[in-house]
């Protein structure tokens, strides 16, 4: 029999009920869990499928076709208001006739993606407001899950000078150049960061100071005989932790991101919560002698050996505060003395979100996830001002990960600090005294001990994303690449965690596939001129297209393996 009748056979096979999603939905989880929706499939994604079984390849095939059947999101953007409330609507009564949760993601907001494969977005927020408006219209007062704007706070327009250098900012991994944390380096790192925080800041200061002190001197200068050194109290502050060197995503974020709304206690009942993290204040370095300091002169007889009395300084007037403080250090990151200086874009971003949280929230039932970027990208000091600006207080909660490859443990773990520093700021905290990704977690989980909430339902919970994470970030070959993009259509990477609502975790509300498995990030041209994206040797679709070889690729490597035949007897257990 030639392949071809073989595959006009079997494709109605492949096309039945009998091959289920890439892995059925809460297989081995609670039947309290909720249903959620599966959308129609990218043609381009059936086109292939076919093809692979007149082939004769059935197995991917069938791996492909179980892929599309699983839950995943719909994206709306660059629609007129008039298109979206249509699409929406229609999903949305789809998915309540099936007695199912659809999961939209809204990707509109002015100047996306900073320009990058991603752009478009609305023309401006009155255009951004009307389109809103129509997505609510188009939902109503069915249920549905939506996924705010990915990136728009983690890739804020005041990031974007930043985000256009060779390692695009919200796109890399900081601490690995992957995303993915170095379990042996990251713990002497942490464990110094923790042992600042909870021994005691002076310390440190002594450290630096010695570390200047034991500098060598430039070849072929003589060490000069310095008078001693100033008393070491004029700064006791650790050096700022909150993001790893090296890394493009913290050179995008604003030095002191600093909140300025509160946070409520009692969010909604469905609402997420967020993990913490800690970035400190910047401590003053110790003088350099070849610059701030010369050698004591010999005294002489035109010298007097002292040197006159001065007049004492004036003390402050009474009535207007020391801005530096009781310390005499002033704290840039002062949430409620010092605003924060934005650029319009910037504040017209906050704007658009805070607006979009108040219409859609609105609606009754709905529950709206705010971007927080991935583990990999901001410290929680960093990302936490800008939820609280954003309105997270009146949302759900927030979504991580959102087409990137972070692993489920390193979301899991950055999303319980998040919620837990966004409670800590509610009650007045600082962000920046909050536990970081980064710190050890020995220490992290004495900060979350000591200043967590633990009853669940007063933080904010949190969804992730597992569509593309089953084996993590890539890690590109060191110096192979302009600008390796490792974020962008990378190599050999698959699927993840089937999405599901029951994830045992209290403050994790769902695991989704958010990004659409097998569509494109873009050309990733990795800092050439293209048009090939040097690394897979193609010219890759643009984003959002369909794209079958990785789609291919996160089926055979899917982790937990694909399974598509369904079980259609037997009970249970």
């Known amino acids: 029999m030639s392949t071809a009748v073989v595959a006009a056979v079997t494709l109605p096979l492949l096309m039945s009920p009998v091959v289920s999603a890439a892995g059925r939905e809460d297989d081995d989880e609670s039947s309290r869990a909720t249903r959620l929706y ?44 008039e298109q979206v409330e249509r699409l929406v609507r229609r999903t949305t009564l789809s998915a309540a006739w099936q007695g199912k949760l659809p999961v939209l993601t809204l990707y509109n907001v002015p100047g996306r993606d900073c320009g990058s494969y991603s752009s478009g977005g609305a023309n401006g927020i009155a255009a951004y407001e009307a389109w809103i408006d129509a997505v609510a219209d188009g939902i109503g007062d069915r249920q549905a899950l939506i996924v705010l704007e990915p990136d728009s706070l983690a890739l804020l327009p005041s990031d974007c000078a930043a985000a256009a250098d060779p390692d695009p900012a919200g796109q890399t991994d900081q601490t690995d150049q992957t995303g993915q944390t170095d379990p042996a380096a990251q713990t002497d790192q942490n464990d110094q960061a923790d042992q600042n925080d909870q021994t005691g800041q002076a310390d440190q200061a002594d450290q630096t100071g010695q570390a200047a ?84 002169p010999e005294p002489s007889a035109a010298q007097p050996s002292t040197l006159p009395e001065l007049p004492p300084l004036p003390k402050p007037d009474p009535v207007t505060p020391d801005p530096d403080g009781a310390t005499g250090t002033s704290d840039p990151t002062d949430v409620t003395d010092t605003p924060e200086v934005e650029d319009p874009e910037t504040a017209a971003r906050y704007s658009e979100i805070n607006y979009a949280v ?100 007063r933080m904010k ?3 992730t994303d597992t569509s593309r994470n089953g084996r993590g970030p ?100």
């Open 213 to 296: 002190a034991d500098e060598p001197p430039a070849a072929g200068e003589q060490p000069a005989e310095l008078p001693p050194l100033p008393d070491a109290h004029a700064s006791t502050a650790p050096p700022t932790g909150s993001a790893a060197p090296g890394t493009a995503q913290e050179a995008a974020q604003p030095a002191n991101p600093q909140p300025t709304g509160p946070q409520p206690t009692d969010p909604p009942s469905t609402g997420p919560q967020a993990p913490g993290q800690q970035s400190t204040s910047p401590q003053t370095p110790a003088p350099d002698p070849s610059a701030s300091q010369s050698p004591a």
């Open 474 to 573: 890539w890690i590109p070959r060191l110096g192979a690449h302009v600008d390796a993009e490792p974020w962008c259509n990378p190599p050999e990477r698959g699927l993840g965690r089937r999405p599901t609502t029951h994830t045992g975790d209290p403050l994790l509300d769902a695991a989704l596939w958010v990004k659409t498995p097998g569509e494109s990030d873009g050309r990733c041209l990795r800092g050439t001129d293209g048009p090939l994206d040097p690394e897979r040797g193609t010219v890759n679709p643009e984003a959002g297209e369909w794209f079958p070889e990785q789609a291919l690729e996160l089926v055979r490597y899917a982790e937990p393996a694909v399974g598509v035949i369904r079980r259609t007897t037997g009970p249970r257990h």
């Open 461 to 463: 919970h949190f969804v």
């Open 358 to 457: 108040d219409v859609l929230t609105a609606l009754g039932h709905t529950a709206v996830y705010l971007d927080a970027g991935h583990a990999g990208w901001h410290s929680v000091s960093s990302i936490v001002p800008r939820l609280i600006k954003a309105g997270i207080d009146r949302a759900t909660g927030f979504a991580l990960n959102v087409s990137h490859y972070q692993t489920d443990q390193d979301s899991a773990w950055y999303g319980r600090l998040i919620s837990s520093c966004l409670a800590y700021a509610d009650e007045g905290g600082d962000p920046e005294d909050c536990a970081d990704q980064r710190w050890s977690k020995r220490h992290a989980r004495r900060w979350l001990r000591a200043h967590a909430p633990g009853d669940s339902s």
């Open 38 to 81: 599966v959308p129609p499939p990218d043609r381009e994604s059936y086109r292939q499928v076919a093809r692979l079984a007149w082939r004769g390849d059935f197995r991917d095939s069938a791996g492909l076709l179980a892929m599309v059947r699983t839950p995943q999101a719909i994206w709306y953007g660059d629609e007129t208001p």
